[in-house]
């Protein structure tokens, strides 16, 4: 009996102890596992916190949050958002993508991005609207538009702080901020842009609320091709070519410049504001030395402090499209025209001309210069300090137009045009587009 004890013993002993290897056994591998799972982890991280070169936004969650590079999905927003180095954001209104590596950011769906730190580019492409805050955003390409928008609905850059867009690009993609789209700029903030081809471009309507600028283009500073339009802000522009221009010469309707408000300081190798159909301006203080100040088919001045130092025409008006007969017509403003030596006219008209109100001060050789009909309905009118109530005409100025009858040698007439309606015009553009 006493043995069949002390076997009993034995067994439960020998079973005991094996229940305990066999759970010391579960415990080491779980926490060996569990070691391994963090390890894969960490270096996941570690991968892709250290390769931040390009980061695309395509997801439709609302908040992005890194500076790692990566594609962001819907399906990986949450642990992107904990591998990068950015601050977090739960908003649903805005995605925030500062950065401090210089990335490429990619954007290929609509919504608001937070912009801060250093970037080698920003891409647009989506079929919605995107809104861009640069808050401290510097933006630098060497090979391409700075800002490229490939494709939107409508584009807005709200401006914070100081910004600054540098770009190396090319004629095809020829500006620093490059637009397919409808581009909108608001905001207090400040941009300072630098181009070796145009400043700001959108190839549709370019609208400017507010803001300061600070532009310097090779060709030119501002161009939008069916419209500019401008509510207020300060513009600082140096431009190889064109100051502020509209170049849509396809559509009547389109093509214009209307500035409203502002501050403007522009030196420009050609016009200094220029549109294909017509320039409207009813409000701001301008600063202008150019070829010429301010060309379009039609020129309508109704307001503002408009100062123009020229070395051609101050105000031109020449037919760059059939939207109407060449026409400036002024209806007030304090305009002060102060012309270069030689053949310069303070104000040309390739058609008709109509003061009805405003001061103009013009100092120079030729203050008018006319092809059509000349109209003094009101106003201030004052010519080399000396105040006049008429409006004479410059009969050689502005290349030989102003009041000669019949054709000039080599098929030209007096205007300028080739027989059968062709024109050969200056219109002070440096490249056709």
Do not use: H, W
Not at 63 to 76: F, I, L, M, Q
Not at 128 to 133: E, G, K, M, P, S
Not at 140 to 147: D, E, N, R, Y
Not at 382 to 408: A, L, P, Y
């Amino acid at each position: 009996m006493n043995g069949l004890k002390s076997k009993n013993v034995k067994k439960i002993i020998l079973i005991i102890i094996t229940i305990g290897v066999i759970v010391g056994l579960v415990i080491g591998f779980t926490k060996v596992y569990d070691n391994m799972q963090e390890s894969e982890n960490q270096t996941s991280k570690e991968s892709t916190v250290s390769s931040n070169k390009s980061k695309t936004i395509s997801n439709s969650s609302d908040t992005n949050s890194s500076t790692g590079s990566k594609t962001t999905s819907s399906e990986n927003a949450d642990s992107s958002a904990d591998s990068g180095s950015g601050a977090g954001s739960n908003s649903s209104v805005s995605n925030s993508a500062s950065s401090e590596s210089g990335e490429v950011l990619n954007i290929t769906n609509g919504g608001t991005y937070d912009l801060s730190g250093n970037y080698s580019s920003v891409t647009i492409n989506t079929n919605n609207d995107v809104t861009l805050n640069l808050n401290g955003a510097e933006i630098t390409s060497t090979s391409g538009p700075a800002i490229n928008v490939e494709e939107a609905d409508t584009v807005t850059i709200v401006l914070t702080s100081t910004n600054k867009v540098t770009a190396t690009t090319t004629e095809d993609l020829d500006g620093a901020i490059y637009s397919k789209a409808d581009l909108v700029f608001s905001g207090t903030g400040s941009l300072e842009v630098k181009s070796n081809y145009d400043g700001i471009v959108s190839k549709d309507t370019l609208v400017i609320k507010n803001g300061t600028y600070v532009v310097n283009s090779d060709d030119d500073g501002i161009r939008g091709k069916d419209s500019v339009e401008i509510q207020d802000g300060k513009f600082t522009i140096n431009a190889g070519g064109d100051g502020i221009k509209a170049s849509n010469d396809e559509d009547t309707s389109l093509g214009y410049v209307n500035i409203t408000g502002g501050a403007y300081t522009i030196t420009a190798e050609s016009d200094g504001i220029q549109a294909i159909t017509k320039a409207t301006i009813s409000g701001g203080t301008f600063e202008i030395t150019s070829a010429e100040g301010i060309e379009a088919t039609y020129v309508k001045i109704d307001d503002g402090t408009i100062n123009i130092s020229a070395s051609d025409d101050g105000i031109n008006a020449s037919k760059k499209s059939n939207v109407a007969t060449p026409t400036v017509e002024i209806n007030g403003g304090n305009i002060t025209i102060k012309m270069g030596q030689g053949d310069t006219d303070g104000i040309d008209s390739n058609g008709d001309l109509y003061i009805n109100g405003g001061t103009i001060n013009v100092t120079g050789n030729s203050p008018f210069d006319y092809d059509g009909k000349a109209e003094y309905n009101g106003g201030t009118i004052i010519v080399n300090g000396t105040q006049t109530n008429s409006i004479t005409n410059q009969m050689m100025g502005g290349g030989m137009k102003g009041g000669m009858q019949g054709e000039m040698p080599g098929g030209m007439n007096q205007n300028g045009n080739m027989p059968n309606g062709k024109e050969m015009q200056m219109n002070g553009t440096r490249r056709g587009r």
